[in-house]
């Protein structure tokens, strides 16, 4: 996700959200399965132009990298209660087998980007001033 979070660091909300979205539609396209219109809405251009909102938190950019993926988390765990409920262990609760099925990657991949640009920011390559 650091290209996406890069992006709206440097060029702002607007595009941050543009470009996220365009990747989730690619996504998409390449993921290559269709099951749902509005899921598949919240699951890729949704969900990664989510990300974009990093854009706001310019000044404090690890704070705008858990923004970003809380809101991506929102998206996705939205979806998961709505379209995979089915796929919950029987007798777990659909909100919980979301919340741990998407928090099981959205975690780590927060802490890998927020890793990543503390550095890029250490060094001064996040914005473009």
């Keep these: ?8 660091f440097r060029w702002g909300l607007r595009v941050g959200v543009f470009g996220g979205a365009v ?27 989510l990300l974009g909102i990093a854009a706001l938190f310019r000044e404090r950019p690890l704070l705008g990298v858990v923004a ?15 379209f995979f409920w089915m796929y919950a262990p029987e007798g777990m609760s659909p909100i919980v087998y979301s919340a741990v099925y998407n928090g ?8 890998i980007s927020c890793l990543i640009l503390y550095l890029l920011d250490r060094r001064g390559l996040l914005t473009l001033s």
């Design 1 to 8: 996700m650091v290209p996406i979070l890069l992006l709206a």
């Design 23 to 49: 990747f989730g539609l690619a996504k998409m396209v390449l993921d290559g399965w269709v099951y749902n219109p509005l899921g598949m809405f919240l699951d890729y251009p949704l969900a990664f132009g």
């Design 68 to 82: 970003a993926l809380t809101a991506r988390f929102i998206s996705h765990f939205i979806s998961g209660v709505l």
């Design 104 to 111: 099981s990657y959205i975690l780590p991949e927060m802490a």
